[in-house]
């Protein structure tokens, strides 16, 4: 073979190696592409980016069982089902601490992208610091979302006109007693103020603890206060206070603390109450040593959880009336609860609402009703035989309710709401009521409004 020819060949056969390899890396030739990095783009594997990581903080102090493992539920399916490449990571803090602990993380730079919240006076301040962000715009372009709910339930997480928070639930506080202890002593579930001195009376002479009150942390015996003095007076003292028309050295509260120092007199309440723990007082209703306990409904999940003594044991009643009091049996003390508030600097908004959104399906309002005793706060019709018997019975006497008052400390929000459980926790000390009212009204007054 000559030289010619050799040439000849060898290009002959480099220009059909160089087609060959061209065809299977797919080479785009076409005009306006670059060939080279089109090329090696298609023989790389694009690597997807990582999930978001979204913090969600919530008070409960377990996710094992109650709210906290119906909350967990929710997260764990939004994780595996989400199209928004985001991960929640759920930060359950312990009751007592997260009042403190979520107004320390707005006071950073840093908060949670989604967090529990209370609604009225206390979300007020949080709305306060600009650390909010605000979901009406959300809530009016999905009218579906927005029509579940009941009417009125978006009142008190609404200011200036824009919404800030979700409710997840109704809470009512009720006078929770063991129907076996009444029982065993032939005793009727009291209407009235006299009928729950007899009770007292009767189960103290039989070593019963009559109240279960663990009031180391001064919002639990703030519950039974705020019930006395709104059956003293009626909703307008309070009311008044709101609205910076009234005070605290209004009769019904000087009035209403009298009877708080009766019932201490009378040991309504466990030895030493007051630097008990909420749940040392809690475990004293349900490990049966307790006749009574007068706390909100998300109690049903103590009272059904799994160290219960007294499953099945237990009713509910109104809390009693006063003599010649201004109250009704048919006012509740309670709130829209467990609201979920998006920050502003939230990594994702329309994954944490996306998120909120599932926390008010009828689903999920079934799943919390049945694990907690909450009450709905949506239109969804739960079937209430699925639900404990507890969590049936307060939402039938609910039917009858003629109006709600809100927890004080969430009214008048976290400064001043402080102030006033603390004032109660000083006059189940015997500190003089008069003195205490005097001196919380001089400090609403320093403070209302800031």
Do not use: H
């Not at 009235?192 to 603890?209: A, F, G």
């Not at 008990?276 to 007068?294: E, H, I, Q, W």
């Not at 049903?300 to 109104?318: Q, T």
């Not at 507890?390 to 976290?414: E, H």
């Amino acid at each position: 073979m000559n030289f010619k020819k050799l040439i000849v060949i060898m290009t002959t056969l480099t220009l059909l190696v160089a087609t060959l390899i061209t065809g299977c890396i797919g080479v785009n030739t076409q005009p306006g592409n670059d060939a080279g990095t089109q090329a090696m783009g298609e023989v790389e594997t694009t690597k997807a980016p990582d999930p978001v990581n979204m913090r969600v903080m919530v008070g409960t102090g377990t996710t094992s069982e109650g709210w906290g493992k119906t909350f967990k539920d929710l997260v764990d399916q939004f994780n595996a089902n989400n199209n928004f490449n985001v991960t929640l990571n759920l930060e359950p803090i312990d009751t007592e601490q997260y009042a403190t602990k979520i107004a320390a993380e707005l006071a950073t730079n840093n908060p949670p992208d989604i967090f529990y919240t209370w609604a009225a006076g206390r979300l007020k301040s949080f709305v306060g610091s600009g650390k909010l962000y605000p979901i009406n715009e959300i809530l009016d372009k999905d009218t579906e979302w927005k029509s579940r709910f009941l009417p009125g339930m978006f009142d008190s997480v609404t200011f200036d006109g824009k919404i800030y928070a979700v409710p997840g639930e109704q809470n009512a506080a009720a006078l929770f007693y063991n129907v076996e202890i009444f029982q065993q002593y032939g005793l009727q579930p009291p209407q009235t103020y006299e009928d729950l001195k007899n009770v007292i009376k009767v189960l103290n002479e039989n070593d019963i603890v009559p109240i279960a009150m663990g009031n180391q942390d001064p919002w639990v015996g703030a519950i039974l206060c705020e019930y006395v003095f709104n059956r003293i007076g009626g909703n307008e003292p309070f009311d008044n206070i709101v609205e910076g028309k009234g005070t605290f050295e209004d009769e019904s509260y000087i009035e209403g603390g009298r009877i708080l120092q009766e019932l201490v007199s009378l040991n309504a309440f466990p030895k030493g109450f007051n630097g008990m723990s909420y749940p040392d007082g809690n475990n004293l209703f349900t490990r049966g040593k307790a006749g009574m306990v007068c706390m909100g409904s998300w109690i049903v999940g103590e009272i059904y959880g799994k160290d219960s003594l007294v499953k099945d044991k237990v009713d509910i009643i109104k809390f009693p009336t006063m003599e010649k009091g201004k109250g009704n049996a048919d006012t509740w003390l309670g709130q829209p609860d467990l609201c979920l508030a998006i920050s502003k600097s939230c990594k994702n908004i329309d994954a944490a609402a996306a998120f909120i959104k599932t926390f008010t399906t009828a689903e999920a309002q079934k799943a919390f009703a049945e694990s907690t005793g909450s009450i709905p706060v949506t239109v969804a019709d739960v079937d209430m035989t699925n639900c404990n018997p507890l969590t049936a019975k307060l939402r039938q006497l609910q039917q009858s309710r003629s109006s709600m008052f809100i927890f004080y400390d969430v009214a008048l929000g976290n400064t001043i709401g402080s102030e006033f459980n603390n004032t109660t926790q000083n006059i189940f000390a015997d500190k003089s009521p008069a003195d205490e009212f005097r001196k919380l009204s001089q400090f609403v007054a320093d403070n209302l409004g800031k």
